[in-house]
């Protein structure tokens, strides 16, 4: 047989192989282990789903509470909330953690959660966030004294959370932008004392801040210089002169409380400041850059999850092969791939880069808001109804567009190092 | 068929004609402040109960007979009867409504379109209650979403008739099965509810052309633009007003130029809209459809964009703005939504210049069931 025979079968049979591998179907978003991974969040995330419905618009703020107790008392039970800390503090992650290789599986995990209940991914990721200035001050000492007990309880079924709290009811926008945040009012102060400092002030919105165990604490050695001598404090919060003032009364994401601290004259010895005096900012800038392409994540995970129910309700109308129909959906999925995919790249990059983790997460969000806003359209008002799922994740969604800093301060974000940095490189 | 059409004996013709005097040119301004008045003495009475799921049944017997008392019972009949300026007459009412509360004017939206077809059909109704009746549609022949539902209202529904009509059935409350009143994202002044209805022996029945359902289905998606437009000017004005008191990056909010785009840009929008919709009542069809599209998506953004400025504090339910967000969201939906408005604008610009696109015939669907 001739060369040119042979090459012409070899390239049939590729050919076909190619064919066939397409008509397969979809490639495998995520390797074995992940997938593993994902079905795992998403078996937790179906069974707390009851819950969440509960804990939404009808419960009163207290039932709202215990339901969120009672689902960080599952997720620790499970292991949710000691996975993703590092191994030398009593969780199961490796040195990777804060890696690539570690960023993929939390972002997999908020999605997963998202899918369900976005509310469900910030009530467990803001455990995380709170956690995150403490790993990253790399203050391996600090990290152990103050994470190992949190995480031996945690093992042991307690909703032994973090939360992180850095807004104030003067400064939103001013402790997510260094510009604006120049001239911040800020109200919450920390005086050096025999043996560590006294807080005094109020933090508001903290995800967690009722429920936590303890909460990192950004507050001011010198209020005139504001942000330049911000300080990170981690606050055991049975210390005494902390009080949870109230609990906000919000348009979604119920299951996830938001609270009002008040700190008045707490002492936190020198052993739970985090990170030197005045780096308070630098180790909130890399916890934002690490968490807001999670937010990101989360608002994706939220709208594949109404992408299914618009595509689900289409089928059940008959509208599946109307083209005028498609041709919209397209529109929305080709939206949310995009998004998706810069998402994973800001997850990806290491360290994580401000203007890509700020983009991720405002293009998803606002990726995730017009998909469910218009998946809303499309069905009419039978998407409307408390009943349906479509309507619980549009009033979720909305708030990945708020919190994290607003997307406006997001966009700002993008100039925050002057040029953003190697654009063409990077995106 | 002939039933009559009955007006409350305390209301005399004089009554009537001083709320109908003010009928001519858009948005009457008279009619839009009596519907104020009667909202705010509702909003007053039912204070912390209109924004509730399940809704407030007590609230809607209280509009009811406050609608009654106001002389605005007859302007159902006389807004909705075509005639001459009766179109932004109902317009400056709902606006009027709506700009104290989106779920009152949604009631009163829901018997607007409940008479609709029967005073424009010339078919005389009975009225109960010295009202007429609840309105419906739905995807369902048999189960239909029931707009402004409360008990003992007959209720109205579009059934296929002959060839390619519609046939409206009016249904004696006795004739209604089981009710499950719905649980809704926003509006929630106005029940709605799924009623289980048994056609046959109607109170009342007409034919109607499918270009005629097509007209009041425009029009009726009109009137839920400008309840989601006063809602989303309202989100806009508390919006100028906390941004005009809070200190954010060393300055006021409104003194940031990327806070004024956001704002400009909403408010451009809604301006445009009301002023397509105004000519759009006075009887242009393609901009009542146009201005119906563009007004669902300028109240959108334009609340949207309020809570944004809001940050945070707009989250939150003691703040006004994320309710305005459901409002406004739930009568954009209501009238149809993004994609099916444009096609309706497609549609009646086309007729405009000669080219009539066949209708899909959704019958009268009034807030889209799907
Ligand atoms: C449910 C919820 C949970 C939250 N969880 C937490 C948490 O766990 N921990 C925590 O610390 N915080 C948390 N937050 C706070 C959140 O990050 C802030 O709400 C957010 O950063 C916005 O701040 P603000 O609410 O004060 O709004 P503001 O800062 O008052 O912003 C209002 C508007 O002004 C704009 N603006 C502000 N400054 C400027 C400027 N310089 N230039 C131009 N425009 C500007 C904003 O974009 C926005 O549109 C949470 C918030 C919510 C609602």
Redesign the interface.
């Given at each position: 047989m001739g060369a040119e025979g042979w090459s012409a079968r070899l390239g049939e049979r590729l050919f076909e192989r190619f064919e066939r591998a397409r008509e397969g179907g979809r490639a495998p978003r995520y390797s074995a282990a992940l997938q593993r991974l994902a079905e795992q969040v998403q078996g937790f995330a179906r069974e707390a789903e009851p819950l969440v419905v509960a804990a939404d618009?009808?419960a009163s703020l207290a039932q709202g509470v215990e339901i969120a107790r009672e689902l960080l008392r599952r997720a620790a039970r499970a292991g949710w909330l000691t996975r993703f800390l590092p191994g030398w503090v009593g969780g199961q992650a490796g040195v990777a953690a804060l890696q690539q290789r570690g960023r993929l599986p939390m972002l997999i995990f908020v999605e997963e959660l998202a899918a369900v209940s976005p509310g469900l991914a910030t009530l467990l990721g803001a455990h995380y966030l709170g956690a995150m200035p403490i790993l990253l001050s790399f203050d391996f000492a600090a990290q152990r004294r103050i994470l190992r007990p949190l995480c031996a309880a945690l093992q042991a079924g307690e909703p032994a959370i973090c939360a992180f709290a850095i807004?104030e009811p003067?400064?939103?926008?001013?402790v997510e932008?260094p510009?604006?945040?120049?001239?911040a009012?800020l109200g919450t102060t920390a005086r050096r004392v025999a043996g560590g400092y006294v807080l005094k002030g109020r933090k508001?919105?903290i995800s967690g801040g009722n429920l936590a165990r303890v909460t990192t604490v950004f507050a001011a050695l010198e209020p005139e210089k504001s942000l330049r001598s911000w300080t990170c404090f981690a606050v055991p919060m049975d210390t005494p002169g902390v009080e949870v003032v109230r609990v906000?009364?919000?348009?979604?994401q119920r299951v996830s409380p938001a609270a009002e601290l008040y700190f008045d004259e707490v002492f936190v010895p020198e052993s739970y400041r985090v990170g030197p005096e005045r780096e308070g900012w630098r180790i909130n800038r890399a916890t934002l850059d690490l968490s807001r392409p999670f937010v990101g994540g989360m608002a994706l995970g939220a709208a594949r999850t109404v992408l299914h129910e618009g595509v689900a309700?289409a089928a059940k109308?008959g509208l599946m092969h109307d083209r005028?129909f498609q041709h919209?959906i397209a529109r929305l999925l080709g939206s949310y791939a995009a998004a998706r995919a810069l998402v994973v790249r800001a997850v990806e990059v290491v360290p994580p880069m401000t203007e890509l983790s700020a983009m991720a997460k405002f293009v998803a969000t606002d990726t995730a808001m017009r998909i469910v806003?218009?998946i809303?359209?499309?069905?009419?008002?039978?998407?409307?109804?408390?009943?349906s799922r479509v309507?619980r994740l549009?009033?979720d969604i909305?708030?990945t567009?708020?919190?994290e800093g607003?997307?406006?301060i997001n966009r700002?974000a993008v100039f925050e190092h002057g040029q953003p940095r190697s654009w063409a490189d990077s995106f | 068929m002939a039933a009559i059409r009955q007006f409350p004996a305390d209301i005399s013709r004089a009554a009537q004609f001083s709320v109908l005097g003010t009928t001519k040119g858009p948005f009457g301004e008279e009619v839009r402040d009596l519907a104020g008045v009667v909202a705010s003495r509702l909003l007053s009475r039912w204070n912390g109960t209109v924004d509730k799921n399940p809704p407030n049944l007590d609230l809607v017997r209280d509009f009811d007979e406050e609608c009654t008392r106001a002389g605005l019972a007859q302007l159902f009949s006389e807004a909705s009867d075509g005639g001459e300026g009766s179109e932004s007459l109902a317009a400056s009412a709902i606006r009027g409504f709506a700009e104290a509360d989106g779920g009152i004017a949604a009631i009163f939206l829901a018997r607007l379109a409940a008479v609709l077809p029967w005073v424009q059909g010339s078919v005389e109704v009975p009225v109960v209650d010295g009202w007429s009746t609840a309105w419906s549609g739905g995807s369902r022949p048999d189960v239909v979403w029931a707009w402004g539902w409360r008990d003992g209202l007959p209720i109205t529904v579009c059934v296929p008739g002959e060839g390619s009509a519609w046939r409206l059935q009016l249904l004696p409350a006795q004739h209604l099965g089981s009710v499950e009143v719905h649980q809704r994202m926003g509006l929630r002044a106005c029940p709605s509810a799924w009623v289980r209805v048994h056609l046959g022996e109607p109170m009342a029945s007409i034919e109607v052309g499918r270009e005629t359902i097509a007209r009041w289905r425009s029009l009726v998606a009109g009137w839920w633009a400008v309840i989601a437009l006063a809602r989303g000017r309202a989100a806009l004005s508390e919006a100028v007003r906390y941004a005009s008191v809070r200190y954010q990056g060393g300055a006021l909010l409104i003194e940031h130029p990327l806070v004024q785009e956001m704002l400009g840009r909403a408010f451009e929008a809604v301006v445009a809209a009301e002023a397509l919709l105004t000519r759009g009542f006075s009887g242009d069809a393609s901009s009542l459809a146009a201005g119906t599209s563009l007004a669902t998506q300028a109240s959108e953004r334009a609340a949207h964009t309020a809570q944004q400025v809001f940050g945070g504090y707009g989250y939150m339910r003691d703040y006004p703005v994320e309710r305005c967000l459901r409002d406004v969201k739930m009568a954009a939906v209501a009238a149809g939504g993004s994609a099916r408005l444009r096609v309706a604008t497609a549609h009646a610009v086309c007729a405009a210049e000669g080219v009539h696109l066949p209708d899909k015939g959704e019958g009268v669907s009034l807030g889209s069931a799907g």
């Amino acid at each position: 047989m001739g060369a040119e025979g042979w090459s012409a079968r070899l390239g049939e049979r590729l050919f076909e192989r190619f064919e066939r591998a397409r008509e397969g179907g979809r490639a495998p978003r995520y390797s074995a282990a992940l997938q593993r991974l994902a079905e795992q969040v998403q078996g937790f995330a179906r069974e707390a789903e009851p819950l969440v419905v509960a804990a939404d618009e009808e419960a009163s703020l207290a039932q709202g509470v215990e339901i969120a107790r009672e689902l960080l008392r599952r997720a620790a039970r499970a292991g949710w909330l000691t996975r993703f800390l590092p191994g030398w503090v009593g969780g199961q992650a490796g040195v990777a953690a804060l890696q690539q290789r570690g960023r993929l599986p939390m972002l997999i995990f908020v999605e997963e959660l998202a899918a369900v209940s976005p509310g469900l991914a910030t009530l467990l990721g803001a455990h995380y966030l709170g956690a995150m200035p403490i790993l990253l001050s790399f203050d391996f000492a600090a990290q152990r004294r103050i994470l190992r007990p949190l995480c031996a309880a945690l093992q042991a079924g307690e909703p032994a959370i973090c939360a992180f709290a850095i807004t104030e009811p003067e400064a939103g926008s001013d402790v997510e932008d260094p510009v604006g945040g120049k001239r911040a009012r800020l109200g919450t102060t920390a005086r050096r004392v025999a043996g560590g400092y006294v807080l005094k002030g109020r933090k508001c919105f903290i995800s967690g801040g009722n429920l936590a165990r303890v909460t990192t604490v950004f507050a001011a050695l010198e209020p005139e210089k504001s942000l330049r001598s911000w300080t990170c404090f981690a606050v055991p919060m049975d210390t005494p002169g902390v009080e949870v003032v109230r609990v906000e009364d919000k348009m979604g994401q119920r299951v996830s409380p938001a609270a009002e601290l008040y700190f008045d004259e707490v002492f936190v010895p020198e052993s739970y400041r985090v990170g030197p005096e005045r780096e308070g900012w630098r180790i909130n800038r890399a916890t934002l850059d690490l968490s807001r392409p999670f937010v990101g994540g989360m608002a994706l995970g939220a709208a594949r999850t109404v992408l299914h129910e618009g595509v689900a309700w289409a089928a059940k109308n008959g509208l599946m092969h109307d083209r005028f129909f498609q041709h919209e959906i397209a529109r929305l999925l080709g939206s949310y791939a995009a998004a998706r995919a810069l998402v994973v790249r800001a997850v990806e990059v290491v360290p994580p880069m401000t203007e890509l983790s700020a983009m991720a997460k405002f293009v998803a969000t606002d990726t995730a808001m017009r998909i469910v806003s218009q998946i809303m359209d499309w069905m009419g008002v039978e998407a409307t109804l408390r009943s349906s799922r479509v309507e619980r994740l549009y009033r979720d969604i909305r708030l990945t567009q708020i919190y994290e800093g607003t997307n406006e301060i997001n966009r700002l974000a993008v100039f925050e190092h002057g040029q953003p940095r190697s654009w063409a490189d990077s995106f | 068929m002939a039933a009559i059409r009955q007006f409350p004996a305390d209301i005399s013709r004089a009554a009537q004609f001083s709320v109908l005097g003010t009928t001519k040119g858009p948005f009457g301004e008279e009619v839009r402040d009596l519907a104020g008045v009667v909202a705010s003495r509702l909003l007053s009475r039912w204070n912390g109960t209109v924004d509730k799921n399940p809704p407030n049944l007590d609230l809607v017997r209280d509009f009811d007979e406050e609608c009654t008392r106001a002389g605005l019972a007859q302007l159902f009949s006389e807004a909705s009867d075509g005639g001459e300026g009766s179109e932004s007459l109902a317009a400056s009412a709902i606006r009027g409504f709506a700009e104290a509360d989106g779920g009152i004017a949604a009631i009163f939206l829901a018997r607007l379109a409940a008479v609709l077809p029967w005073v424009q059909g010339s078919v005389e109704v009975p009225v109960v209650d010295g009202w007429s009746t609840a309105w419906s549609g739905g995807s369902r022949p048999d189960v239909v979403w029931a707009w402004g539902w409360r008990d003992g209202l007959p209720i109205t529904v579009c059934v296929p008739g002959e060839g390619s009509a519609w046939r409206l059935q009016l249904l004696p409350a006795q004739h209604l099965g089981s009710v499950e009143v719905h649980q809704r994202m926003g509006l929630r002044a106005c029940p709605s509810a799924w009623v289980r209805v048994h056609l046959g022996e109607p109170m009342a029945s007409i034919e109607v052309g499918r270009e005629t359902i097509a007209r009041w289905r425009s029009l009726v998606a009109g009137w839920w633009a400008v309840i989601a437009l006063a809602r989303g000017r309202a989100a806009l004005s508390e919006a100028v007003r906390y941004a005009s008191v809070r200190y954010q990056g060393g300055a006021l909010l409104i003194e940031h130029p990327l806070v004024q785009e956001m704002l400009g840009r909403a408010f451009e929008a809604v301006v445009a809209a009301e002023a397509l919709l105004t000519r759009g009542f006075s009887g242009d069809a393609s901009s009542l459809a146009a201005g119906t599209s563009l007004a669902t998506q300028a109240s959108e953004r334009a609340a949207h964009t309020a809570q944004q400025v809001f940050g945070g504090y707009g989250y939150m339910r003691d703040y006004p703005v994320e309710r305005c967000l459901r409002d406004v969201k739930m009568a954009a939906v209501a009238a149809g939504g993004s994609a099916r408005l444009r096609v309706a604008t497609a549609h009646a610009v086309c007729a405009a210049e000669g080219v009539h696109l066949p209708d899909k015939g959704e019958g009268v669907s009034l807030g889209s069931a799907g």
